[in-house]
């Protein structure tokens, strides 16, 4: 008796074992959880518009220019050297632009505004023929502008987030207008301050002409008198000297680039 009842239990145990491996068999399978969505890094472009400040320094030409005055009357003989204003001074100013990029090649539109500290002073020498005397220098200035502009092309090579470019166009100024030439270099920095996409910081160097000479004197650089005494004689500057003022400029740029990237 005891036997039956002990084969009844684990028939009862076993279909139940069995039963319960039926069922959960039956139940759904949990879906694994989906993977992480990972967005990909933006990709810089310089295509966009910018606007920015710049600081640096301007040289105008710094060679001496001499001219040998022929004997005339009233005119001492006797040569003028005319220094050509070759110092320097600071310039700043903003400018604002638009840049394409295709590719790695970007191509745009600058244009700015220049405060530029010009020296209004001239040191004209003249060393008489034949003798000396008294020079005595007369009062003058030049006529530079205290500001320029320039309307500028731009063309490059764009290596991710580092720009090399070649520009030039229209230089211009209150009195003169003339031609402007340069490159520079500039970088996309990672922050984008001011509601910017991107702030670029560069280095740029331009060579400016005017159409028109730097001398406000209407020839008259001062008087002479020979050491032998007698009336002061004026000496006069020649007709026929360069009449371009040119001069470059070296600054340092900060733009804030509006666009996508």
Known sequence: MRKRVFGFLTGVAGLTLACAAASAADLPVRAAPPAPIIAAAPIFTWTGFYAGVNAGWGWRSDDEESVVLAPAPGVVPGTLIFPDSGDGGFTGGAQIGYNYQIGSFVIGLETDIQWADTDEGEAVRFVPAGGGGLF????FDNNLSDWFGTVRARAGVAFDRVLIYATGGLAYSDNSTGWVAGGGVEWALPVN?????????????????????????????????????????????????????????ARAKLNFKFGTY
Do not use: K
Request: charged content about 20%.
């Open 193 to 249: 301050w001011f509601g910017s996409s991107a702030v670029t910081f560069g280095l740029e160097g331009l060579w400016l002409s005017f159409d028109n000479d730097d001398d406000d004197f209407d020839g008259v650089v001062g008087t002479f008198t020979p050491d032998g005494g007698g009336a002061a004689v004026p000496v006069v500057a020649p007709i026929g000297r360069d009449d371009d003022n040119e001069f470059f400029v």
């Open 136 to 139: 005595v220098p007369g009062t």
